[in-house]
């Protein structure tokens, strides 16, 4: 059984949708998955936005949900962690660097262009060595960071729409884009555990 977490920023919008988009999905295919949600800055207990819940249902996906944060004990259970944007990411692996390998944006996570794959590489060796430096309090010259952002620019645009406080449109228009990049996280979960 693999432990899937989506992260974004309050836990009511896109990580509970793709929460729910991706239980119908395995569910369907008959994948072993748990999956749950939680945001870097969430109010617990927080219900799912109103567009998102209505979303989920003219899907047929029934989710319970009340936002968590996420914490320590949510990023230890999680076998993979996907998060929504890059700004996500690098606020989940700043507080728990010890979870840095099974990190990722969930658009960078399922690319399958072999180009884009290799630039991908070269930037998480690069930002896995920056990240020791800052563990270790050591500091990051202006070199270093001119190539953090000559590799950013060299990436697509991996952040996941925010709908947040937008019209029922904007929210279908994120569902379209998880939906999207769930069934080919899927396609790779499946083809993972096929060999």
């Not at 692996?93 to 991908?120: F, G, M």
């Not at 449109?169 to 080919?184: F, G, I, M, N």
Request: glycine share 4%; net charge neutral; hydrophobic share 40%.
């Amino acid at each position: 059984m693999t432990n899937i977490l989506f992260v974004c920023t309050g836990n009511t919008c896109r990580s509970p949708m793709a929460e729910g988009i991706l239980r119908q999905m395995a569910d369907k295919r008959g994948l072993a998955l748990t999956v749950r949600s939680a945001g870097i800055a969430a109010a617990q207990g927080a219900p799912m936005s109103r567009h998102s819940a209505t979303i989920l249902e003219k899907q047929g996906i029934s989710i319970r949900h009340s936002a968590q944060t996420a914490t320590s004990k949510l990023i230890d259970w999680a076998d993979l962690i996907l998060t929504m944007t890059v700004n996500h990411k690098r606020a989940v692996i700043q507080a728990y660097p010890q979870a840095l390998d099974k990190i990722h944006l969930l658009k960078e996570y399922v690319e399958d262009n072999p180009e884009v794959l290799s630039r991908i590489a070269e930037s998480e060796s690069f930002y896995s060595e920056l990240e020791m430096k800052r563990v270790l309090s050591q500091p990051i010259s202006v070199l270093e960071r001119q190539r953090v952002w000559e590799l950013e620019n060299r990436l697509p645009d991996y952040d996941i729409f925010d709908p947040f406080g937008g019209t029922l449109a904007d929210y279908e228009r994120c569902a379209e884009e998880l939906q999207q990049h769930v069934t080919k996280l899927l396609k790779k979960l499946n083809d993972a555990e096929r060999r």
